[in-house]
């Protein structure tokens, strides 16, 4: 499904997840999270978001969670609490990673 965001074209998968992660922009983030009910992204969102992202790109892959845990000092409990959603269908979306098929 292609949808115009921030006056990008952005490919999502049935579920809403990006196609391609390096159509991510931070703006883009913004208005996704504010169609979430989330006004503005706090830091321990955007703290969350960069780290994802950043693994992601490293790895090709998202962190596992106990390597998330293991590399932010955030509990699970805690990202869950932060996201509508929860870690995969809020941070996940938000950071631009791709659908994770395993979940």
Not at 21 to 26: A, F, G, L, N, S
Not at 36 to 64: H, K, S
Request: glycine residues 12%; proline residues 5%; aromatic residues 10%.
């Amino acid at each position: 499904m292609m949808r115009v965001i921030g006056g990008a074209e952005i490919m999502f998968d049935e579920e809403g997840f990006f196609v391609n992660p390096e159509d991510w922009t931070e703006e883009i983030a913004q208005i996704l999270a504010a169609e979430m009910g989330v006004a503005e992204i706090c830091d321990r969102q955007w703290e969350t978001i960069r780290f994802l992202r950043g693994f992601y790109l490293a790895n090709g892959r998202a962190p596992l969670n106990r390597e998330f845990g293991r590399q932010t000092g955030f509990s699970l409990l805690e990202i869950e609490r932060l996201f509508p959603g929860g870690i995969r269908g809020g941070a996940r979306r938000l950071a631009g990673l791709p659908n994770p098929k395993s979940c």
